[in-house]
């Protein structure tokens, strides 16, 4: 399996793409979380990402793409793969066919997880309590809502025209939206 999760900050993409990957045995590969370990151990990558993060902004596609290329290279995402926050520009999409056609495989599924917007600035500011991190604060997390309507929105419609499109509702428990997923995977799965 090769999917990617796509929805808006705070939606759960996080950590429903742990959960299935866990089921399906493929790494969860999250780029917004590659970035903040580099952030955190003060790499040049993380050096450079950390600007734009801060801002709410995206991280250039060249500094994303290339490190989004190695990890998948690496062994344990021969078997498959879910990426979870990539791609966000149409300039990601356009790198990610090209470097899932050079290993012979496609993409099967891109799953949206969608959420109501107040419920989303609700969750993040809950999560910046318990995480603290740097960029959920209302002005950013408002900034990354944008971005996300501008630059990722789009890409929604271009899934769909592919026919790889699940959209999933994810208000609720995590549990009852994780099931909601796994459902609408295995209904692809069988079709
Ligand atoms: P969220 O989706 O809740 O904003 P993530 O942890 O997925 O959180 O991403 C955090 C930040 O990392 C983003 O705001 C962005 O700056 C950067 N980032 C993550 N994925 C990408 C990507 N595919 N392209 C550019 N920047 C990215």
Redesign the pocket.
Known sequence: MRLIFM?????G??TQAKQVATRYDIPAI????I??ANVGAGTPLGLK?KE??D???????E??NQM?RDRIGEPDAEKGFLL??????LD?VHELDDMIKATGHQLDVALVITADRDELVAR?LQRAQTEG?A?DTEEVIRR?QE??AEQTEPLISLYRERDLLIEVDGMGDIDEVTDRIMAALEAVNQS
Not at 30 to 33: A, D, K
Not at 55 to 61: E, I, L, M, W
Request: aromatic share 12%; glycine share 16%.
């Open positions: 929805g808006p900050p705070g939606a993409k996080g999250s780029t917004g979380e970035f903040r990402a734009y993060m801002r709410g902004d995206y991280v250039p596609s500094i994303t989004v979870d926050g990539y791609p966000r520009t990601q993040l991190r960029d990354r971005v996300y």
